[in-house]
């Protein structure tokens, strides 16, 4: 559009040339994989421009820089994603189209660089992806993992994790820096020496293992505006190079583990999603990319200032989630010990600088590091958080006099364990959660006493997500109808989405809606056939749960109404029933027994059903293979219905829920994370809402929970498809299979609590909200501007908006323009 560089003619040349300097090759000879690395190489060319003349920018004016510190960046391919933002897609694709090439295929060339599990993962993603577009200094902190989350095979209705060597082809836009290389340092002891001249002890770590941190970074192409901001990944080298001569047995030995734990310490992301594994490796992994980062960013701000103790003027450093939260410890200790700054000094400028976000609430999710692990791998760290405790501890005495309560529930160092969160939350100035309910519920439940005490730090930052990768990139036939009816200030301005409500009567419009719709289903029904062999119909509706499995989303709630409705069609044949394909994607942690199993029930009643001629294929099941963003992206185009259906508090926000509603999808689900706001957006009639409340949830919760089994013995409807599990109707006789589930459900000796996730509690106000969705579905020009109603209602789900209000309310940003001769 705008930029010379994207001159077809000199494009195809330098796609050319670069097949010919990578590979000896012409590009008649050249492999998809080939083509798709000479172009990322000539599109990579373009971007170092504006890498370069964004940095240069920096330099000159100084700005304040957030440090966003994520153990995850979920970043979905770039190749398509950097086009759109430099606003050269149409422009590339014309010109490999004359060359005979087709961009999608060679897009389909690209691994989906997965370093995160789900939402986490990807809300970090979204976010850079905002800062650049806002034109704000970034920096992503992260971990180069040589595999990222696993690819999902499903073979025989089972969950089989297979590794994502996503490197194995090099890839494209990862530029390597030795020249930022940092040592790190783990375990060995802290000798305190007293240091005559400067009057003051010394801390010195003897006998450590060390790794040396070396950065790979990643362009943040900005949309339009030439920013291009840096993810910074670190990966791992052992420091000395392994000497063969070197006869000293102890040097000998030393070299070894240092080798090996660089080689360790980066090798893989671990899968857990919502669930906290205390594994020493994980905090290594923690601690490694945590203290490269914060040498780096010193290095850098004294490069332009002399004074650190004015750091926080300069620099905000984000914790996403606690995963980052050692960043409190080693900030510390590298101003202390390293800065020289005397401990009130450190404090003052740790605490300006560091915020929190809080992602979940549920228990099994909170880290908690034993303390003899903790002390063992970061024994300087580890001294200086006992400090923070001390200092914290007698603060809390001093407000609440007496109240030995308080300090047992707030302490950082309790039961011997660390409590990240708690080191988060009294050393953060800023602790948000990430929709209005999931905040309130901190405030007033989980964080209760912090809020008490220290009221102001506490703020709500609703999630968000980029409509340039979901809708733009993901949807570029619905993007295009929009950009025909509005103009394309939505690219930037996602509240603008609201001008389409002026269409929500107009038949042509809707019409043309429903139209692409149509389209993005075909689309989907052609992969879905592709890769499951299965047919589905696309004009039947699209009815789609996509997310990580965990309980708590119940999946299990979903699949187990798939079998109702499978009963209801059965007994009654001559019932009107509208055709539904029932979509899922979903990755079950490697380690999570009862999440692999409902993957097991939905793969094995597709099986039935799908092969069942007598129903004539009214309903269909899908459960789609290795649920990734790139496919991601299709899916959300082309579904029509949105399952939300956690159990209500569970859900700290959601984000997906967002990416349907962008795409037209309206939401059937509980009251649940940034739900709430969805309807607050699009209102009660054009979304579908069920099931106990989160106070209800809560206040069963605090009562030990509901008897399972007064549902159990008086829905039949209910006892039916429980009992299915268990009569070998979807496990070709075998009682066992599913016995597990069936217990989780009803029996009070297998879980602690039966039915922990309310999933009888709530079926049948979930079967009638399904209802509801068959009875407006069949009204076309309802349900049309329902959909519409949907994408036009949009607006404030933007990650724009959400790094806006962090930006004004918690990093205080400068904005920045990049100017470079077009
Ligand atoms: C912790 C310790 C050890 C190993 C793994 C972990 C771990 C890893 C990932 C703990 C949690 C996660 C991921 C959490 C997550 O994705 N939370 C989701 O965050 C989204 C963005 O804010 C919200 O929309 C979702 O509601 C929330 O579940």
């Known amino acids: 559009m705008y930029s010379k560089r994207f001159e077809k003619e000199q494009f195809k040349a330098d796609v050319k040339d670069n097949v010919r300097t990578l590979y000896r090759r012409t590009i008649d000879e050249a492999t998809p994989q080939q083509i798709f690395q000479a172009v990322s190489y000539a599109v990579k060319e373009a971007v170092i421009d504006d890498w370069l003349a964004t940095q240069e920018t920096y330099k000159k004016e100084d700005p304040k820089t957030v440090y966003y510190m994520s153990m995850e960046f979920l970043m979905g391919r770039a190749l398509g994603n950097n086009l759109i933002n430099m606003s050269a897609y149409k422009e590339v694709k014309e010109a490999l189209d004359e060359m005979g090439i087709d961009l999608n295929a060679i897009e389909d060339q690209e691994p989906d660089p997965a370093l995160g599990n789900g939402g986490l993962g990807r809300l970090a993603a979204c976010f850079l992806d905002s800062l650049a577009t806002l034109g704000y200094a970034a920096y992503g902190c992260g971990i180069r993992y040589h595999y990222g989350m696993f690819k999902q095979k499903i073979e025989n209705g089972y969950q089989i994790e297979t590794p994502d060597n996503w490197l194995k082809e090099g890839y494209p836009f990862e530029l390597r820096r030795d020249e930022y290389a940092r040592e790190v340092r783990f375990g060995g002891n802290i000798r305190i020496e007293y240091d005559e001249n400067e009057k003051r002890n010394k801390f010195i770590q003897e006998n450590y293992e060390s790794v040396l941190a070396i950065p790979y970074d990643m362009p943040i192409v900005g949309y339009g505006n030439h920013v291009v901001n840096t993810l910074r990944i670190w990966d791992a080298q052992a420091i000395t190079e392994f000497k063969l001569d070197s006869f000293d047995r102890g040097e000998y030995h030393k ?250 009567d107009n038949p042509k419009a809707l019409a043309e809606f ?159 994370g940034a739900n709430v706001e969805i309807v607050e957006e699009v209102g009660l009639e054009n979304a579908f809402i069920f099931g106990l409340s989160s106070d209800e949830v809560i206040n069963y919760e605090n009562k030990g929970g509901y008897n399972p089994q007064d549902i159990y013995f008086n829905d039949w409807d209910v006892k039916r498809v429980v009992d299915q599990l268990m009569d070998g109707t979807y496990s070709g006789g075998d009682h066992d299979m599913f016995r597990d589930l069936y217990n989780s459900l009803l029996n009070t000796q297998c879980s602690s609590r039966p039915d922990m996730y309310f999933i009888l509690k709530d079926f049948r106000a979930y079967a009638e909200a399904q209802k509801r969705v068959e009875e407006a579905y069949r009204d076309t020009q309802r349900w049309a501007k329902i959909a519409l109603m949907n994408t036009a209602s949009c607006g404030k789900f933007t990650s724009d908006r959400t790094i806006q209000e962090y930006v004004d309310e918690i990093w205080k940003l400068d904005k920045v323009t990049v100017k470079v001769e077009e």
């Open 255 to 504: 070299a070894i583990e240092q080798e090996n734990l660089a080689k360790n310490i980066v090798e893989v992301l671990y899968p857990n999603d919502n669930h906290y594994a205390g594994k020493e490796l994980r905090l290594k992994q923690q601690y490694f990319f945590i203290s490269a980062s914060l040498q780096q960013m010193l290095w850098k701000y004294k490069e332009r200032h002399d004074d650190v103790r004015k750091l926080y003027e300069k620099v905000a450093i984000q914790m996403n989630d606690t995963h980052p939260t050692v960043a409190v410890g080693e900030l510390m200790r590298l101003l202390i010990d390293e800065e020289g700054l005397n401990w009130d000094e450190a404090w003052d400028v740790t605490t300006k600088t560091v915020a929190y976000t809080n992602h979940t609430i549920m228990a099994e999710a909170l880290e908690k590091w034993p303390i003899d692990l903790f002390s063992r791998l970061l024994p300087r760290v580890y001294q200086i958080i006992q400090e923070i405790d001390r200092r914290f501890i007698e603060k809390v005495r001093q407000m609440y006099p007496g109240d030995e309560g308080k300090v047992k529930r707030m302490a950082i160092l309790m039961d011997g364990q660390v409590k990240m969160a708690h080191l988060a939350i009294v050393a953060g100035f800023s602790v948000n959660g990430v929709a209005k309910l999931h905040t309130e519920i901190l405030k007033h439940q989980e964080l209760r006493d912090f809020y008490e005490m220290m009221p102001d730090k506490f703020n709500n930052k609703t999630n968000g997500i980029t409509q340039r990768r979901f809708l733009l990139h993901g949807n570029q036939l619905l993007a295009d109808w929009v950009t025909s009816h509005i103009g394309e200030g939505w690219i930037t301005d996602l509240s603008q989405m609201e001008k389409l409500k002026a269409l929500a």
């Open 514 to 672: 429903m139209d692409i719709k149509y389209k993005n289903k075909e689309r989907l029904a052609a992969y879905i056939l592709e890769h499951n062999g299965v047919e589905v119909d696309p004009r039947s509706i699209f009815d789609v749960q996509v997310k990580r499995l965990h309980e708590y989303k119940r999946q299990l709630l979903n699949i187990l109404h798939v079998m109702y409705l499978y009963n209801q069609i059965k007994e009654h044949p001559e019932m009107p029933f509208y055709p539904r394909t029932f979509i899922f994607g979903a990755k079950a942690s490697a380690g999570y027994v009862r999440a692999k199993q409902i993957i097991k029930l939905i793969n094995s009643v597709a099986d039935v059903v799908n092969n069942d001629r007598s129903i004539n294929g009214k309903l269909k099941i899908v459960f789609i293979e290795d649920y990734r963003v790139s496919i991601a992206e299709h899916i959300f185009a082309a579904a029509d219905v949105s399952e939300q259906i956690s159990t209500a508090s569970k859900e700290a926000s959601g984000t997906g829920n967002m990416k349907f509603m962008l795409n037209g999808a309206p939401t059937l689900g509980t009251m649940d």
